[in-house]
């Protein structure tokens, strides 16, 4: 059974940055796509950001140019690295992966709360 641990969130002001991090154990030999969903109140849960095993990544709109995912194989992790932070980026962050080189995963970390305000 894969389990996702999710590090990184908190708060900071409009225009900072913070780095989210995601660390994967158990069953990890299948796991293809690794990537972020975001939930703010009140909204339906969206995809943030994926990577691949092969290299391919997708960005939704609202975050291409500002935010950036990588993943280490070697330490089974998936980092969101977040640049020039919005309010409306303010949500639960969600890790996800799953067998598939797409979204959603079978496999979903616990959330950790990103909060951008002045």
């Known amino acids: 059974q894969v389990q996702l641990v999710e590090s990184g969130g908190g708060s900071v002001q409009p225009g900072g940055s913070l780095r989210l991090s995601c660390v994967a154990s158990?069953?990890?030999?299948?796991?293809?796509?690794m990537g972020w969903h975001r939930q703010a109140p009140g909204k339906q849960r969206e995809l943030v950001a994926y990577?691949?095993?092969?290299?391919?990544?997708y960005y939704a709109s609202s975050v291409k140019g500002r935010f950036t995912i990588s993943r280490d194989n070697a330490k089974n992790g998936v980092y969101l690295q977040m640049n020039s932070l919005k309010p409306e980026d303010t949500a639960v962050y969600y890790c996800?992966?799953?067998?598939?080189?797409?979204?959603?995963?079978?496999?979903w970390g616990q959330g950790t709360q990103v909060t951008v305000s002045s």
């Open positions: 158990g069953g990890l030999f299948s796991i293809n796509a």
């Open positions: 996800n992966c799953g067998t598939l080189a797409s979204m959603p995963g079978r496999y």
């Open positions: 990577i691949i095993r092969g290299g391919y990544t």
